[in-house]
């Protein structure tokens, strides 16, 4: 048996190899720090932490830690409270704000905050050098959209000014209702001028990275984590509840559910990160928490496109889709039907009703259209973009269930299409499709962040749909400073969008899925906007 | 001499390969910059696609990306503005290549013996048990090997972590995820070369002579038998060192195979064509040692 003494040996040899491989990446790999006092896993990897560039959620929440601005969100409620400033004053035209900063506010690097800084993050975040997606969340400012387009170059007639050092006089172009909300969004957080001058692009590699919020950044590794910690020389630090954070970017849902079955993760709110398979297990358990949130799924018709150019055909269409079936059978989760856009509980709000599950009038409609029956209806197509994450089957499951619901009730046929998400993104911009999966989130608690964009010509229209008197319903409302009377024309606008000429079907309300155990963790609340400030968020003490 | 040209003519392949990559990625429909959301104003995407040069046309954009690659600077992320490739690759790649390595020493240490035993007790249950597991392993693909070890090592026995890459316990499972397929090739690789080996004249002679038939198989046989393997061993090594998307994504391993995959999916056009140059280079490089390697093994070959 000396051959297998020998292999053996070679064998030995093998793994001697193979243990310096371990021995090596262990001595490379071994990280000593501190564990973290909360650990939350977050979704995707933030693309950015610039407060000016990002544009995704989980994005927001981290820069929500290290950033604020004038407002901040409420933990409970996601309102706006009082941030760097600590109070103003509205003109009763609704056009002038007035703020006034708090006097005891400084950076985490030491250096004092003032309305100097407030000033330069909002003109850099319009200028078009910083090539912000958001900028547009400034064009309520005076001439802040004719600066960011590079029509005005001059700064100083932007209607931002310092005053004196605590006081901001704010102009804006209309009463905008929700602007204290807007002054709470990360594009108006308040950024240090000096080091972004300093390093420019790669200012937030800079240590010690100075943050006006309640968290400083400890460091950022790609994929892998993000470390906070709490800044003492915030302003309300009294109030911050935990030590240090570490926010793990995770993209896969059964890593995100196994990690926190293991105790490795604290939090987990991100509604990817829910395994859509077993939603229904998972969320009889009482750590599983869903809430109301402030976005919705819809269908877009392509109106320039025949027979779809006729409101009856669209309507028929709408009044076919039993919404129910859609939230039982497919998504799960207790999302809501939705008859309209807005989603129910909107601030400044009651949307109008929309077109129910009608199968009798929808034939009605079909028939006067000239398809009694469906006869004679061209083939269309439904284009969806394939997802990834937890809800990656729910646009496919969607689309085949409106298939059978048309072909069931309306006697049509329709072809469905899958595409790359940049893919399906361009053919909607060409209006190059029938019938498109859509869906859209509020930025604010506002009716305007969802009814603005099917205003002629807006870039996030892509329907083709122009209606004179929904853009003349929309201008009335954005002027009118009385909330009332502005409730009414954005309702009036929004029964145009769902019931008389719509080109869209609503189909359902997202929810928003958080899972945390509460007996182990508190300061996380369940809101419309689904954010969480991480300074109320600490882990109980008998949890440890 | 013979190398030296090698390692000269990689230069041309290499510019032909990032332009290749520059163009294909330029065609593909879309951009970095398409979004569900799209900005207020049309000039909000113009200035993105000004200060990124993406308005310039494709060559000028491709001249000056060489010009940044002859300072050893690959760009800046379209998709993670505040990172360039250069951070990706840095921050990434030591992941990846501590990963593959791992992967590397495992499948070798676990498919040379199998292959070399399954060869030697050929026709004996040696072979048959080898045979077996190398071909099962190698049909069973990642994504699905990957839950099941994580299922039955970490959730049931709970002896591993369910993910993450923190500490050498976090990387076990990882590294058989991602070397037991090329362990079965090894295996099968080296079984194949050593039945060759022994079929050969000069192990007849040797064995002839009165050479002892362990020693036949171990000092002679062995040699020409890794000859495929290590032909073999060079592109593998290549693949696995660049990370691998699938192990990455399932065990939430901060790689590079997820920016491989990812940035194309994002139109992220400098990680794109950085990180092809990347793997080219690894593959030329690697190709390089492979053929020096067969110099040592085989006194046959010959170059000069």
């Known amino acids: 048996m000396t051959l297998f003494r020998r292999a053996w040996r070679f064998v030995s040899r093998a793994r001697f190899i193979f243990g310096l491989g371990l021995l090596l990446s262990v001595s490379a790999c071994s990280r000593h720090e501190p564990p973290a006092d909360v650990t939350i896993l977050n979704g995707a990897e933030p693309e950015s932490l610039d407060p000016a560039i990002i544009t995704g959620q989980p994005d927001s929440r981290v820069v929500l830690g290290m950033f604020e601005g004038l407002t901040r969100p409420d933990a409970k409620t996601a309102r706006p409270i009082p941030g760097l400033a600590e109070s103003w004053e509205i003109s009763p035209d609704g056009k002038i704000y007035t703020f006034h900063l708090r006097t005891n506010l400084v950076w985490s690097t030491g250096e004092p905050i003032r309305a100097d800084d407030v000033v330069y993050s909002w003109i850099r975040a319009l200028r078009p050098e910083t090539a912000s997606d958001y900028a547009g969340q400034l064009y309520y400012l005076k001439n802040g959209r004719e600066f960011n387009e590079g029509k005005i170059k001059d700064a100083s007639l932007v209607g931002v000014h310092a005053l004196d050092p605590f006081t901001i006089r704010v102009e804006l172009e209309h009463p905008t209702a929700f602007f204290l909300d807007l002054c709470a969004f990360q594009t108006l957080n308040v950024v240090p001028r000096q080091t972004i001058e300093k390093y420019g692009d790669r200012w937030l590699m800079a240590r010690p990275l100075p943050s006006s919020g309640p968290f400083e950044l400890v460091y950022w590794r790609l994929n892998d984590k993000i470390r906070l910690k709490k800044n003492p020389r915030y302003w309300d630090a009294a109030n911050t509840q935990s030590e240090v954070i570490d926010i793990l970017p995770v993209g896969a849902a059964n890593a995100a559910i196994n990690l926190y079955l293991h105790g490795q993760a604290d939090i987990v709110w991100d509604k990817e990160l829910v395994p859509v398979e077993l939603i229904d297990v998972l969320l009889k358990r009482p750590d599983f928490h869903t809430f109301d949130y402030l976005g919705t799924y819809f269908v877009r018709f392509n109106v320039t496109k025949k027979p779809f150019d006729d409101p009856r055909v669209r309507r028929a269409l709408a009044l076919a889709v039993d919404r129910k079936r859609i939230v039982k059978k497919i998504t799960r989760g207790g999302e809501v039907p939705a008859l309209h856009l807005v989603p129910d509980g909107t601030a400044n709000y009651l949307p109008p009703d929309g077109l129910d599950y009608n199968p009798a009038l929808a034939k009605k409609l079909l028939a006067e259209a000239g398809y009694p029956g469906g006869a004679n209806f061209p083939r269309f197509e439904y284009m969806f973009n394939a997802a990834a994450g937890g809800g990656a089957k729910t646009h496919e499951n969607v689309a085949v269930e409106l298939q059978q619901m048309w072909r069931d009730t309306l006697g049509i046929q329709m072809d469905l299409r899958q595409m790359e998400f940049n893919v399906y993104l361009g053919a909607m911009d060409r209006l190059d499709y029938s019938l498109a999966r859509s869906s859209w989130i509020g930025d604010y608690n506002d009716p305007q962040t969802f009814l603005g964009m099917f205003v002629s010509g807006d870039g996030n229209n892509r329907t083709g749909w122009s209606n004179p008197d929904y853009d003349r319903l929309i201008a009335a409302a954005n002027n009118e400073p009385d909330l009332a009377k502005r409730a009414k024309l954005f309702q009036q606008a929004e029964t145009l969008l769902v019931q008389t000429d719509p080109p869209i079907i609503p189909l359902f309300f997202y929810v928003g899925i958080n899972y945390f155990d509460t007996n182990k963790i508190s300061g996380v609340y369940e809101n419309l906007l689904d954010i969480h400030p991480l300074q109320t968020i600490r882990k109980l003490k008998s949890a440890k | ?304």
């Not at chain 2, 910059?33 to 207020?40: G, H, L, M, T, V």
């Open chain 2, 1 to 304: 001499m013979y190398f030296l040209k090698r390692i000269l003519f990689a230069v041309p392949l290499l510019l032909v390969i990032s332009a290749l990559a520059f163009a294909l990625v330029h065609l593909a429909p879309g951009g970095p910059f398409d979004r569900e959301r799209s900005p207020a104003s049309p000039e909000i995407e113009r200035s993105l696609k000004a200060k990124y040069h993406l308005d310039e046309p494709v060559w000028k954009q491709y001249v000056r990306y060489l010009g940044d690659l002859a300072h050893g600077d690959f760009g800046v992320s379209l998709k993670y503005r505040n990172h360039s490739v250069n951070d990706i690759i840095a921050q990434s790649l030591p992941v990846s290549l501590t990963l593959g390595g791992l992967a590397f020493c495992f499948a070798m240490a676990v498919g040379l013996p199998a292959g070399f035993l399954s060869a030697a007790r050929r026709g004996h249950w040696p072979d048959y048990v080898g045979g077996f597991l190398s071909l099962l392993v190698i049909c069973i693909p990642g994504f699905v090997l990957a839950p099941v070890l994580i299922l039955f090592f970490s959730i049931k026995l709970n002896w591993f972590p369910v993910a993450l890459w923190e500490s050498p316990w976090h990387m076990i499972l990882p590294t058989v995820a991602l070397g037991l397929y090329f362990a079965g090739k090894i295996s099968r690789l080296m079984r194949e070369g050593m039945l060759q080996a022994m079929q050969s004249e000069f192990v007849t002679a040797a064995r002839a002579k009165g050479l002892g038939e362990n020693t036949l198989l171990l000092k002679h046989a062995c040699r020409l038998a890794v000859l495929p393997v290590v032909s073999y061993a060079g592109p593998m090594l290549a693949d696995l060192l660049t990370g691998s998307f699938i192990i990455e994504n399932i065990f939430q391993i901060p790689g590079i195979g997820v920016f491989l995959v990812n940035s194309s999916m994002n139109r992220d056009y400098t990680v794109v064509v950085g990180l092809s140059l990347l793997y080219a280079i690894l593959l030329i490089g690697l190709n390089l040692l492979v053929d020096f390697a067969y110099t040592m093994l085989d006194p046959r070959v010959n170059y000069e």
